[in-house]
């Protein structure tokens, strides 16, 4: 181990109700993401999932999601503002190698590119497909 190595650690959490959030923390425009990966996972969650976290090397998967032998990789950002935030949300999920099923959700309404195989997704249209 390294120096502060030692404090860090991989784990997110989430709270099961954002008025909580806003009610301890105020409003922020920049929890957007947060909020946005928590309203996501609670979905997962209310599916039925069992919800992961993934790391690859450097890369982080935002959620592996199992529900039996199906699985689903997903994606989380506010919106697609640039090459590198592209670049940033795709390269993990293009990076796995199995077919299952890999999504980048956001709220951006105008960029609509799938890139090879992996779906971009508004987060309305994510919420409301019947199955992942």
Same mark, same amino acid.
Request: hydrophobic letters at 45%.
């Given at each position: 181990m &390294?120096? &502060?190595e030692i404090l860090k650690t991989l784990e997110k959490y989430f709270v099961?109700?954002?008025?909580? @959030? *806003?009610? +301890?923390m105020g409003y922020r425009d920049r929890f957007i993401s947060g909020? @946005?990966?928590? !309203? +996501?996972?609670?979905? @997962? %969650? $209310? $599916?039925?999932y069992k919800v992961f976290v993934? %790391?690859?090397d450097d890369r982080e998967v935002d959620f592996i999601g199992e529900l039996k032998e199906h699985r689903? #990789? !997903?994606q989380v950002? #506010? $919106?697609?503002e640039g090459q590198t935030t592209i670049d940033r949300e795709f390269t993990p999920l293009l990076d796995i190698r199995d077919h299952h099923p &890999? *999504? +980048? +959700?956001?709220?951006d309404e105008?960029? =609509?590119?799938? !890139? =090879?195989g992996v779906q971009h997704k508004h987060i309305a249209d994510f919420l409301m497909m019947e199955e992942y």
């Open positions: &390294k120096g &502060k099961g109700d954002h008025s909580l @959030l *806003y009610a +301890v909020v @946005l990966e928590n !309203i +996501v996972m609670l979905e @997962l %969650k $209310r $599916r039925g993934g %790391k690859m689903v #990789y !997903i950002a #506010y $919106r697609m &890999k *999504y +980048v +959700v956001t709220m105008t960029w =609509q590119d799938n !890139i =090879q």
